[in-house]
């Protein structure tokens, strides 16, 4: 199982602080791919850190059913 | 005044000391919005004795900021945030020089004013501002201490530290856009937390003890008390010249002019030309010229339809930074002819007292 991780204005749009799916083969740009399309993120930018490292989001890299992904939008409030 | 006994329960500290203290009270910190944020910040380094602080915003205090700007007072509403968050810090420690910056932070007084100080704070509350400060803090060698907020959870790191990774290494697409506090809406605590965590980092950096927010983002989410530190990497493709950021940020903008008290004197019985006082009303000296008027910076963009767009203008405040704001304002409503009075109403009052016309 793969955690994601969403926070700020992401978790707002996934309703969900995390979730865990289980895929096999997957790169990471398809997952991300895979995300935008479900929870609509298009309009939102984010960072991407696998296991608390951000990391290029077009990686082809193999996901790892240990791995957490994690969702990371610039916050503005202050 | 012994520092000793003031600072004596941290120089007892063994990480702080004498020699420590001594650091703290060389060292100077500009921090970059007095709101949700710079309230917690500010009279922490204030306490602390960190020798000169500078204070940069342009906005007043709003009743719907005391819920959260908790270092302002329910009388100050309708009074800049920068005098009052003075007022508030050097009754804390006079020991401390604080400077008011009573300007929009912008392209054009970035870097001079960051070439002043040796840290910078981001406590401002949207996202353009933060790609300005990172970059100019990048020409002046200055680390960043960012945070920021959405909702319950908030954001913090410290970019540019020793030539570390950046705001842009972190988030590269400038054209992002994210809900403000007025926007998202906000608890006072989550501000005070994260500028809480931001004056811990410019006072480790001071220190040089403990480790610093570099190449590393910590998220804070006050709702189930989760912190989390993610890494990042300095990506080089972000590297800024001064001549790049004078592109990016100079662009001509309209030009304020400013006349000296002397070169309006003749013009004072004039009746083609209107002075008008932006101070509020509660301001002193006063001064009442026959062709003057008052109107509140504040209250201007509401009131413009009392002047007259043709006419020549000469604006006046305290200082001559508002009045400058005041020209802004008009020229972008098509006043033809403004100018600011340099040196306000003080200079104004000293020559008339000279020239003993009032």
Known sequence: MIEIKYFGAVAEKTKCAFEKISSSEISLQELLQNLEEKYQLEALSFSVAINQKIVKKASDYILQTTDVVALLPPFAGG | ?358
Do not use: W
């Open chain 2, 1 to 358: 005044m012994n520092i000793f006994e003031r600072y004596n329960r941290q120089i007892i500290l063994p990480e702080i000391g004498e020699a420590g203290q001594q650091k703290l009270s060389k060292s100077k910190v500009l921090v970059i919005g007095a709101g949700g944020l710079g309230a917690a910040v500010l009279p922490y380094l204030a306490a602390a004795g960190v020798g000169e602080i500078g204070i940069a915003d342009d906005d007043v205090i709003e009743i719907s900021n005391l819920h959260r700007q908790v270092i302002y007072k329910n009388s100050a509403v309708g009074k800049y945030k920068v005098e009052e968050a003075k007022l508030m810090i050097s009754a804390l420690n006079p020991s401390i020089q604080i400077n008011v910056i009573s300007e929009k932070l912008s392209g054009k007084n970035a870097i001079s004013l960051f070439e002043k100080y040796d840290i910078i704070v981001d406590a401002t509350d949207n996202i353009e501002i933060k790609y300005l400060i990172n970059d100019a803090c990048i020409i002046t060698s200055k680390p960043m201490v960012y945070g920021s907020i959405f909702r319950f959870q908030g954001q913090v790191s410290v970019f540019n530290y020793q030539n570390g990774p950046t705001y842009r290494c972190l988030f590269p697409d400038e054209n992002t856009q994210s809900l403000s506090c007025e926007d998202a809406g906000v608890i006072g605590i989550s501000v005070g937390i994260i500028g809480m965590l931001q004056a811990n980092e410019v006072i480790k950096m001071i220190l040089e003890k403990g480790e610093v927010l570099s190449g590393k983002i910590l998220v804070y989410n006050i709702l189930n008390n989760e912190q989390q530190k993610f890494d990042f990497d300095k990506n080089s493709g972000f590297l800024v010249s001064l001549n790049a950021f004078n592109t990016k940020y100079n662009i001509a903008e309209n030009q304020v002019e400013e006349v000296s008290v002397e070169e309006i004197l003749n013009e004072i019985n004039n009746e083609e030309v209107l002075f008008l006082d932006v101070r509020n009303h509660d301001e002193l000296p006063k001064i009442n010229f026959k062709n003057g008027i008052q109107i509140p910076l504040m209250n201007l963009e509401n009131e413009t339809q009392k002047l007259n767009q043709d006419q020549t203008i000469y604006i006046f405040c305290q200082s001559g930074i508002r009045s400058k704001m005041a020209v802004e304002l008009l020229l972008k409503k098509n006043f033809k002819n403004v100018k600011s009075i340099y040196g306000g109403a003080l200079a104004v009052k000293k020559l008339l007292q000279e020239k003993i016309i009032i």
